[in-house]
């Protein structure tokens, strides 16, 4: 029998095909346009080899080898549920107990699901903080430059997350837009809570049609779609800033900044305009000054800077900007160039981060409560910021800086991790493979196998979505959808929820952490929960039967002809609507971040030259700058043992594209299977060419697993093509701390010797205890 099931995923909406208690297939949700082949890797990934089917210990652990082992060779031994609750427990109560509850590390940062109330990270954090605490992580690989920044500059992140000026206002009054880094599609193709309705390729192509200018500076044409028709400036990574700087000299020099905007609604224009000039440290920042640090003509960045003071103009740029050396400064110079421009909440124009860079940004909408799992308290308070990881794990006791704070990293002794996977999103995976020995302890709850699976002691299996109820949400979509459980949990997986409150039992706190609800009385509290805040908006929705039966819930979109601009209120009337800034005014310089004395993030946006980039000595080493980009095959190194990844794997490896001009000077041919190398690591991966990538640059997605040659040995070879062997881990800045994968130079060179096999898709080294 055929069954059809309503379901959700970052990934899309969809119904699971269910025959004999297996997902055979999906169904594109009939209200999104867009679904996009993502949702297609689903079987595969529910089914897949590598699920986790048992509770496992590694031996290691297990004979006393904990804190100094390396982790990633040994052997698992599968143990009941039982004495996996036990054990879990124990360790729990003896590292509070001995250590204190800072040393359980429980960021555990990653995307989890989009089912909120199994949300695997919520849910772990919910069991930590009611059991007396942990130390956490603050902001987002996505954005942790930004996140700090922004809220110095502009008052607020919802320019970077949240509701900025919508593709109505832009489409409508805008003429030109700036777009750095373009606007992939291939990012919208995923939406954190899912997408009921893939929405960026209707805005950008009805931006098109009203004849929406698009000026893309990216080192990847690719970046754009072909139909917007966009003009293509190459650039080199990493180098924004220094254009930005010169198109503000070029304003200057013409006269044609506001000054009437400058003085009313900005603070240290002076400051900034005296950098820009040379005044301050005798180098002119002129478009020839630029020319040689960006590549780009001088003539261009003058022609393009006059065409944003003559035009109706909006300014973005995509996340990955930041995430790359002192990231903040090519967001902070972008804001101030659309401020010089007087642009910051005109009508359609000004400036916003991530039109490109996930689906419904800009999307017009109504402001829609989320669904979701009510955060819970952490007692102890203390965090790191996100991408400081191996930091922390070197340095326990040691001192750091952050956003003005000094801070202490902890003494971490537990690892512990629900819907995330550091060996997907941190940098330098072999430092951080050294790092991790400095735990006693690291327990994963995974649904696969994955590197963090591998390099854990305790694996508890986690069952997927389609084994579960659950309801999807995004601020970002208007749709609301039920989850219906598809299948039984695939072999001994349990719900996160379900195994931390057997843990939580074992502590004594079962009751404070369920509420004494099961899964139903969950959903249908946070239903109703959800129901109310609707109300209070004056939103008319259904009740839970009636939802349930239905499969999703719509807020109605805004009419034709709505539109909606950030800041609209701060440009009529600043003092009457002012910032959330220091000073209620944009901060072109903030005696705030001076005030830290920061030498990588200064008062006012300054070029650096990154530490690693096409213009720095170690160049000659490694002369190809990597991008390590989001995939459009999966989310990270989600879906990664699906079909529509394997189809885009170069004989099963991660396609890494270079300008065929690099690729013939090395003797390589598209379909070769390469060596990517740099004094960090190295991987596989098979050889693209396209000439529409700027030379000198190379392209690898994220979310191949790691997959070393010999697991447990740093500096191993990644066979699979996993980017982070390469990446540096270092903070963007003491502001903003965050993860600076993009800055990271490389060689590439021909695999001659035989291919090694990729195991990363079939379940590690497993002992059956003797009977
Ligand atoms: N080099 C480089 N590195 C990057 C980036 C880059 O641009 N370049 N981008 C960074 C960014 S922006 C991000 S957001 C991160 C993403 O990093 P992550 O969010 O950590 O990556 P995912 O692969 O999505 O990891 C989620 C994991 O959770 C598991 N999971 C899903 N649902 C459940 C569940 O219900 N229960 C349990 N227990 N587990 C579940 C999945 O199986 C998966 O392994 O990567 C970062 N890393
Ligand atoms: N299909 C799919 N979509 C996704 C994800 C996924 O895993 N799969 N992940 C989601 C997540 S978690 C996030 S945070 C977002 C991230 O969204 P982004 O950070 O915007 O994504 P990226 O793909 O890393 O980068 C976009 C483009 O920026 C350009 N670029 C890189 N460096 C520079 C530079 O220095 N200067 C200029 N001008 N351009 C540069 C590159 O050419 C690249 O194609 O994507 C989301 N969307
Ligand atoms: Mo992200």
Redesign the pocket.
């Known amino acids: 029998m055929t069954e059809l099931k309503p379901h959700a995923a970052h990934w899309g909406t969809y119904d699971a095909v269910v025959r004999d208690g297996r997902v055979v297939g999906v169904r594109p949700f009939e209200r999104d346009p867009f679904p996009g082949s993502l949702i297609e890797s689903v079987p595969d990934i529910v089914h897949a080899a590598c699920r986790v089917d048992r509770p496992y210990i590694r031996k290691g652990w297990l004979e006393g080898r904990r804190k100094g082992a390396l982790r990633g060779g040994d052997p698992f031994i599968p143990v009941s549920w039982d004495r996996a609750v036990r054990l879990v427990a124990e360790e729990t109560r003896r590292v509070r107990t001995e250590h204190g509850p800072t040393s359980i590390f429980g960021g555990s940062y990653g995307w989890s699901s989009a089912g909120r109330f199994h949300h695997a990270r919520s849910q772990l954090q919910r069991f930590l903080g009611l059991g007396g605490g942990y130390t956490g992580q603050v902001n987002a690989y ?1 954005y942790a430059a930004a996140q700090a920044l922004l809220p110095h500059i502009l008052g607020t992140n919802e320019v970077l997350l949240g509701r900025t000026t919508d593709w109505a206002a832009i489409t409508r009054h805008a003429k030109v837009m700036l777009c ?3 606007l ?1 599609l ?2 919208g ?2 939406t954190s809570g899912a997408a009921g309705r893939h929405s960026n390729e209707i805005n950008l192509r009805e931006a098109a049609a009203a004849g929406l200018r698009f000026i893309q ?4 044409r690719a ?1 754009v779609p072909d139909w917007c028709n966009a003009e293509w400036i190459p ?1 080199r ?2 180098t ?1 800033t220094a254009l930005l700087l010169a198109m503000a000299h070029t304003i200057v020099t013409a006269g044609r900044e506001d000054r009437d905007y400058l003085a009313t609604r900005c603070v240290g224009w002076d400051r900034l305009r005296a950098y820009v000039t040379g005044e301050a440290d005798g180098i002119a920042k002129t478009p020839e000054w630029a020319e040689p640090i960006t590549t780009v003509p001088a003539a261009t960045t003058h022609r393009i800077a006059m065409e944003l003071a003559d035009l109706p103009a909006m300014l973005t740029a ?4 930041q ?2 050396d002192y990231g903040e400064q090519p967001y902070w110079m972008l804001a101030a160039l659309a401020a010089m421009l007087g642009k910051i909440g005109k009508p359609g124009e000004g400036v916003a981060y ?1 039109y ?3 689906n419904g940004m800009g999307e017009p909408r109504q402001e829609v409560p989320s669904f979701s799992m009510p955060a819970t308290r952490n007692p102890t308070g203390a965090f790191i910021p996100v991408a400081r990881i191996t930091d922390m794990l070197e340095n326990p006791g040691g001192t750091y800086d952050f956003n003005g704070r000094a801070q202490t990293y902890p003494d971490t002794r537990i690892i512990w991790w629900a819907g995330g996977n550091p060996f997907h999103h941190h940098q330098d995976l072999n430092r951080m493979l050294r790092g991790w020995a400095q735990a006693e302890t690291i327990i994963v709850q995974e649904q696969h196998w994955t590197a963090a699976a591998r390099h854990a002691d305790i694996i508890l299996p986690a069952t997927t979505t389609l084994e579960r109820n659950d309801i999807a949400s995004s601020g970002r979509d208007r749709f609301v959808r039920a989850m219906h459980q598809a299948i039984a949990p695939v072999g001994q997986a349990r719900n996160d929820h379900d195994i931390l409150a057997d843990i939580a039992e074992e502590l004594g706190f079962r009751d404070r952490f369920t509420e004494q609800r099961n899964e139903d009385a969950w959903l249908r509290h946070l239903f109703e929960q959800w129901r109310q805040n609707c109300a209070r908006l004056g939103f008319d929705t259904p009740d839970f039967d009636a939802f349930w039966a239905k499969g999703w819930w719509e807020a109605e979109p805004p009419k034709r002809g709505e539109e909606y601009t950030q800041f609209a209120e701060f440009r009529t009337d600043p003092e009457e609507h002012p910032l959330d800034t220091a000073t209620g005014k944009i901060e072109l310089f903030s005696e705030t971040i001076a005030s830290f004395d920061y030498d990588d993030a200064p008062g006012h946006p300054v070029w650096i030259a990154p530490r690693e980039w096409l213009g720095a000595e170690q160049a000659k080493r490694f002369p190809l700058h990597l ?1 390590s ?4 095959t ?3 190194g989600q879906l990664d043992p699906g079909r529509v990844a394997a189809a885009d794997k170069i004989q099963g490896r991660e396609p890494i594209t270079l300008n065929p001009e690099d690729a013939a000077e090395r003797s390589l041919a598209p379909g070769d299977i390469v060596r990517v190398f740099n004094d960090r690591g190295a991987c596989l991966g098979g050889l693209r060419t396209d000439p529409g990538l700027m030379r000198g640059v190379a392209m690898m997605a994220t ?1 191949a697993w790691f997959d070393p040659l010999e697991p447990g040995v740093p500096g191993s070879l990644c066979v699979h093509g996993n980017p982070n062997v390469l990446t540096p881990d270092i903070g963007t800045s003491r502001l903003g701390q965050g993860p600076s994968a ?1 800055s990271c130079l490389v060689q590439v060179e021909p695999w001659t010797e035989d291919l090694p096999p990729v195991r990363a898709h079939i379940p590690p080294l497993i002992e059956e205890p003797a009977a």
């Open positions: 996505s750095l880094g373009g992939p291939r990012n193709l995923v500076v990216s080192p990847n970046d650039i990574p990493g924004d995509t996340w990955s900007l995430r790359a991530g490109g860079s996930v991008l980009f989001q995939p459009a999966r989310l990270h979310g993009q």
